[in-house]
């Protein structure tokens, strides 16, 4: 089983703009005054088609789906909360936190990839936003996947539940890491992949983030005996997004590790050489997406591990 893929799923928007129904639990969201929703949208249209064409040209296989204009979804652009795909063919569909954003999921979208890819196995968790107590999970916002490894690891949030893990678990064979992140005032982290990022052979974690000892001992043991170099990045560098990176594969399986502008710019030089070592750095300038949005490259990247027809 691959730890990454080729193709990647993303979403071009439609009413891109700041979600006071996310910006409840997610710290990195900007409350800056947005002066003109209009060059909003184009900007943030603007930075999605630049970084598809830049992924494009290393030859990344992109398959990108239009967001619809009604209803309005200022989300849109990160579809990898709603929906998940594996190498053994499975697709899940998971329960989201805000309201508007339980929106995104369409069937239009799974139709359009069956026409690629081959689904044989498909699961939604989303009835467990309409419980007397709902609980949330958010697909590889909440869960970082070690695929050939079947781990996963997530620390728990407003939209990340444990007993929603444990049912993942069950379904997937896999087992997991479950810790608690915090950021510089004490808040939890709103998703794991702001906080950490796996690749094939190598962990970017903010390890300052977990409080508790015992959790960071677990996650160095399991890092150590899975291979995988830990580099830690501080609480500083995760609020500007450096722990928000996702590996793929472009031409010739040449590995790529994309991030923001902003992730490469505040990581060390001693931290660019030695990702530098392992796999290529690919920088993509999302600025105005970032600080509205309060999500970054990765978050806008589904990656689609079905096989191919």
Same mark, same amino acid.
């Given at each position: 089983m691959k730890q990454i893929t080729n193709h990647i799923m993303m979403i071009r928007p439609a009413n891109f703009g700041f979600n006071e129904q996310t910006a409840v639990n997610n710290a990195f969201q900007s409350r !800056? *005054?947005?002066?003109?929703?209009?060059?909003?949208?184009?900007?943030?249209? #603007?930075?999605?088609?630049?970084? $598809?064409?830049?992924?494009?040209?290393?030859g990344v296989d992109v398959t990108v789906v239009a967001d619809t204009a009604e209803p309005v979804k200022p989300d849109a652009i990160f579809p990898n909360n709603w929906i998940s795909f594996h190498e053994n063919g499975t697709l899940i569909t998971y329960p989201m936190y805000a309201p508007n954003r339980r929106?995104?999921?369409r069937e239009d979208i799974i139709e359009q990839l069956s026409e690629k890819f081959i689904i044989k196995?498909?699961?939604?968790?989303?009835?467990?936003?309409?419980? !007397? *107590?709902p609980l949330y999970l958010e697909?590889?916002?909440?869960?970082?996947? #070690?695929?050939?490894?079947?781990? $996963?690891?997530?620390?728990?949030?407003?939209?990340?539940?444990?007993?929603?893990?444990?049912?993942?678990?069950?379904?997937?064979?896999?087992?997991?890491?479950?810790?608690?992140?915090?950021?510089?005032?004490?808040?939890e982290i709103y998703h794991t992949n702001?906080?950490?990022?796996?690749?094939?052979?190598?962990v970017v974690i903010c390890m300052e983030s977990i409080k508790d000892e015992a959790s960071r001992k677990q996650l160095t043991s399991v890092f150590g005996q899975t291979g995988k170099e830990i580099i830690e990045i501080s609480?500083?560098?995760?609020?500007?997004?450096?722990?928000?990176?996702?590996?793929?594969?472009?031409?010739?399986?040449q590995r790529l590790l994309c991030m923001s502008q902003t992730a490469y710019d505040f990581l060390?030089?001693?931290?660019?050489?030695?990702l530098s070592i392992r796999t290529q750095l690919l920088p993509i300038p999302i600025t105005q997406i970032e600080k509205f949005g309060g999500g970054s490259v990765r978050c806008m990247m589904a990656e689609v591990f079905l096989p191919l027809k």
């Open positions: !800056d *005054e947005i002066n003109d929703m209009q060059s909003l949208k184009k900007a943030a249209i #603007d930075e999605f088609d630049h970084m $598809v064409a830049l992924l494009r040209s290393h929106l995104e999921r196995n498909r699961y939604s968790f989303e009835f467990y936003e309409n419980e !007397d *107590e697909g590889t916002g909440s869960m970082i996947f #070690d695929r050939p490894n079947g781990i $996963v690891y997530a620390c728990i949030s407003p939209r990340t539940d444990a007993t929603l893990i444990d049912k993942f678990n069950v379904l997937m064979g896999t087992t997991s890491c479950v810790f608690k992140s915090v950021d510089a005032n004490g808040l702001v906080m950490m990022a796996l690749g094939e052979d190598f609480l500083k560098q995760m609020e500007a997004f450096a722990g928000n990176m996702l590996e793929v594969y472009g031409k010739g399986r060390r030089e001693d931290q660019k050489a030695r």
